[in-house]
């Protein structure tokens, strides 16, 4: 859960941390903004620019100050970024640290192949990445936008490169009006841009030396161009609870004994597109209905996993699936030898491959402490022996693929008692003959039917959950 927000919260900032001027000649500037939520301030963001005739380093840092009860979950995100004299990246650095958790991913261009490593305890990687002539990193878009001349009617699509995600999403983007606006006293003359990307909407206003000034979006973020001392004071941090209260879905009535719920009609709404909400053994989608403002309704129908495993499900195997379910990854490290020492352990007795998914899901779910921190990784999860639900789905999934069963990790909601709604939620599901929902945060081996899947394997981050955070609603009904 808590994974899943920060996950989102970057997202939101990574597009305005970089107020930047139009440079010429050689010099250094340094530019903040104040980032909030719902008219609270959580953040702020800070870059320090110097520029010659060689090109650019841009400087930046991301903070934001969460706590969940007496734990300090606040998160830092720094970057170096490096463009040559026509404003192409060179070179990048970036490192992420979420309540202690350290990752860092270091890159360099190559023609157009980027060559970057990621580090993170117990993981240590090498990948490539192809770029275009037109992919910006999103640390610098908006310099690239702005240098090549802005208009109001334009609009375009932009590559844009994702450091913390090491992933390229499409950007559109249009410019909307221009607005003078008040900064401090003085009149400014700004582009009102509007961009979008996986269902994640903002508008920017943005200053013609490409300085942003104000930023909104529609998950009740808003940014703020403010001066050090005042970007800087944050009196009080933001709370788990503020979290679940702007993710949570509430139904159009509770849903009783939630955990032994086998078969549930929903309604969601608004959702993009028909095929929005993925569809798999356990769920299928009934209908969809266009509403008038071009959005859909979407009714599906969720099933728990079945008592009893397909007959042909023994005679099934894994050849012609993805071998990313296999893979090791920066969160997901199925390769170190603590994981992989403790996969051989729980595999002992020449068990099948259903068995030890469910020994394995047992495991996790009895030796992992419920609190809402973020152990970010599968190996701090396994050595701090706490986390919530994604915590639990990464130590989990690292154990399965060290023990040679395909992975695949799910973001979604899930029913709770607690707060009589949906919250955003992380499981696995084990390919064992059949693919298999279980969930280790609450000791499932069958995923009951208020598991909603939204996203699979989507990089095995919760990033095109932006789509439905904070927008939809929802009712419910029996077959």
Sequence with gaps: MINIFLNLVFLVFVLTAHSQP???????REDWLGTYYQGKKMGFTKSKTRWGPDGIVMDSTVFFNIRSESVDQSTTIKQTTRLNSGLKLSSFSLLQEISGHRQQVEGKLHGNELRYRTKSRGYDKEKTLKFTEKTAPSSTFLLNLVSAGLKVGQRGE??????????????????????????????????VISQSFSGMESTMWVAHDATVY????????????????????????MTISSVITMSLVKPD???????????????????????????????????????GDGNYIATLRVKSEPRQMGSNSAMADATGLDPKYLEETAEVQSNHKMIRA??????????????????INLWVHMNLRKEMVDTVTALDALLERRGECQSHTFLFTAL??????????????????????????????????????????FGQDRADATHIKLTENSGESPFRLMEFVGKISMSWSRP
């Design 158 to 191: 932009l590559p844009l490169f994702m450091e913390p995600l090491q992933m390229v999403v499409d950007l559109k983007y249009e410019v909307l009006r221009e607005e003078t606006i008040q900064y401090q006293g003085q009149p400014i003359k700004t582009f």
């Design 400 to 441: 399965a693929r060290a023990s040679g069963i395909p992975t695949r990790i799910v973001n979604g909601l899930v029913y709770s008692e607690e707060y009589e709604g949906f919250l955003y939620h992380a499981w696995p599901e084990v390919f064992v003959g059949e693919w298999r929902a279980m969930d280790p945060t």
């Design 253 to 291: 009535k509770p849903v009783p004994r939630p955990k032994n719920t086998f078969d549930l009609v929903y309604q969601i709404h608004p959702v993009s597109a028909p095929d929005s909400i993925p569809e798999d053994h356990r769920q299928k989608i009934l209908k969809t209905e266009k509403q």
């Design 342 to 359: 403790l996969a051989r352990e729980l595999s002992a007795d020449n068990k099948s491959k259903w068995r030890l998914a469910k020994d």
């Design 22 to 28: 139009l440079f010429e000649g050689s010099g250094e």
């Design 214 to 237: 104000r930023e909104t979006t529609n998950m009740g973020f808003e940014s703020f161009r403010e001066e050090a001392e005042v970007a800087q004071k944050i009196d009080e941090a």
